[in-house]
């Protein structure tokens, strides 16, 4: 009798799937994947050099003739923000400014690149100037022609970075940057 | 009846599960407070550049990298070394003492092969949004150039088409 009662007992058992375990495994891959993928950055880099010897030379060094690229903002442009819900970019109000939104420049900034007596507001024009220095250089037995980069006011990062890329674009490496902080 | 079989004392199975549940949880939010703690990129838009080289940094090699939000303040691992904001004297001795650091902890080689003097041979990565105002990349580089700094090196971080292309 008693050895039929165990059975019984066992037959009537309701097997459950422990849920919990499950559960807990997925928040944690959840998580993890949540925290990995934020801190997941692939990131580019451009490369230039400040002069070198910088305080280290005590006497005079010779000046090399570098082919120089001014940049003067003639249209500063529209300031924009991105709009989540118009999901583009709108001009950004005179209060956002003030509450210090951060704000990019519409597609109508313009950019005056002065090389010489030579100005000009397409890039285009600036690459093949540059490619004509860097072939004269090569053919002249540098390794490459050597660009300043004078930034003048209202200038930002993108307006110079995109000088930098087409600048690397044609091979030359040597590259310096002029100018200061408080003009 | 077999009592010995179902001795209370030496049956008792102990649940590991909750156990490993808490030390995962616990060691996947040390992870985390670590890595936020440690983390030195700034969240900013970088500009776009075609020739730019892929940065993939080895995650446990220390390397200096300066980040440059669109107002203008210089960021070293969520640490403020510069604000345009501040005035004052003494304003540009914070990154100036940041930047004598980096170089000190720099790999160094010499001048040229006709001077010896030791300079900083590692590249210092500058991190500016692209709406920030040049004129404070440029402030980031005389400092660098600085007979006290001498790093000569420099990198800008920017967005390459591919990133953009993924977003």
Redesign the interface.
């Given at each position: 009798m008693?050895q039929k009662g165990i059975l019984a007992k066992i037959a009537d058992e309701k097997h459950e799937l422990e849920m919990?375990?499950m559960i807990?495994?997925t928040f944690?891959l959840l998580?993890?994947f949540m925290?990995t993928l934020k801190?997941k950055?692939?990131?580019?880099?451009?490369?230039?050099?400040?002069?070198?010897?910088?305080?280290?030379?005590s006497t005079p060094q010779e000046e090399i003739e570098k082919f120089k690229i001014q940049l003067r903002v003639l249209n500063e442009g529209t300031k924009m923000r991105f709009s989540k819900e118009a999901e583009k970019l709108v001009p950004v109000s005179e209060a956002q400014l003030e509450d210090?939104f951060?704000?990019?420049?519409g597609d109508d900034r313009r950019i005056e690149y002065t090389m010489g007596s030579y100005a000009t507001t397409d890039l285009e024009e600036v690459r093949k100037r540059l490619s004509q220095v860097q072939k004269a250089a090569i053919a002249a037995g540098e390794d490459s022609a050597r660009v300043e980069i004078d930034?003048r006011?209202?200038?930002?990062?993108?307006?110079?970075?995109?000088v930098?890329?087409v600048v690397?674009?044609e091979d030359i490496r040597e590259i310096n940057?002029s100018?200061?902080?408080e003009? | 009846m077999n009592l010995a079989k179902h001795d209370a004392e030496t049956d008792m199975d102990m649940d590991m599960t909750p156990m490993i549940d808490v030390v995962f949880l616990l060691i996947i939010f040390f992870m985390v407070i670590t890595d936020l703690t440690q983390q030195d990129l700034e969240d900013l838009q970088l500009p776009l550049a075609e020739q730019a080289t892929p940065d993939k940094p080895d995650p446990d090699e220390w390397r200096p990298i300066l980040n440059i939000p669109f107002n203008g303040p210089m960021i070293y691992k969520r640490e403020t070394y510069f604000d345009p904001e501040v005035k004052g004297p003494n304003r540009f001795d914070d990154l100036r003492e940041l930047l004598v650091d980096f170089a000190r902890n720099m790999e160094q080689a010499p001048l040229s092969d006709s001077n010896p003097m030791m300079v900083p041979d590692e590249p210092l990565l500058i991190r500016a949004d692209m709406t920030t105002p040049f004129r404070f990349i440029q402030f980031a580089m005389a400092q660098a150039a600085d007979p006290s700094v001498k790093i000569w090196k420099l990198e800008l971080a920017v967005s390459t088409p591919q990133e953009e292309n993924a977003d």
């Amino acid at each position: 009798m008693a050895q039929k009662g165990i059975l019984a007992k066992i037959a009537d058992e309701k097997h459950e799937l422990e849920m919990t375990p499950m559960i807990d495994v997925t928040f944690l891959l959840l998580i993890f994947f949540m925290c990995t993928l934020k801190f997941k950055v692939l990131e580019g880099k451009l490369g230039a050099y400040l002069p070198k010897d910088v305080g280290a030379q005590s006497t005079p060094q010779e000046e090399i003739e570098k082919f120089k690229i001014q940049l003067r903002v003639l249209n500063e442009g529209t300031k924009m923000r991105f709009s989540k819900e118009a999901e583009k970019l709108v001009p950004v109000s005179e209060a956002q400014l003030e509450d210090g939104f951060r704000f990019e420049y519409g597609d109508d900034r313009r950019i005056e690149y002065t090389m010489g007596s030579y100005a000009t507001t397409d890039l285009e024009e600036v690459r093949k100037r540059l490619s004509q220095v860097q072939k004269a250089a090569i053919a002249a037995g540098e390794d490459s022609a050597r660009v300043e980069i004078d930034p003048r006011e209202r200038t930002i990062n993108r307006d110079v970075v995109r000088v930098l890329d087409v600048v690397i674009g044609e091979d030359i490496r040597e590259i310096n940057f002029s100018g200061s902080f408080e003009k | 009846m077999n009592l010995a079989k179902h001795d209370a004392e030496t049956d008792m199975d102990m649940d590991m599960t909750p156990m490993i549940d808490v030390v995962f949880l616990l060691i996947i939010f040390f992870m985390v407070i670590t890595d936020l703690t440690q983390q030195d990129l700034e969240d900013l838009q970088l500009p776009l550049a075609e020739q730019a080289t892929p940065d993939k940094p080895d995650p446990d090699e220390w390397r200096p990298i300066l980040n440059i939000p669109f107002n203008g303040p210089m960021i070293y691992k969520r640490e403020t070394y510069f604000d345009p904001e501040v005035k004052g004297p003494n304003r540009f001795d914070d990154l100036r003492e940041l930047l004598v650091d980096f170089a000190r902890n720099m790999e160094q080689a010499p001048l040229s092969d006709s001077n010896p003097m030791m300079v900083p041979d590692e590249p210092l990565l500058i991190r500016a949004d692209m709406t920030t105002p040049f004129r404070f990349i440029q402030f980031a580089m005389a400092q660098a150039a600085d007979p006290s700094v001498k790093i000569w090196k420099l990198e800008l971080a920017v967005s390459t088409p591919q990133e953009e292309n993924a977003d």
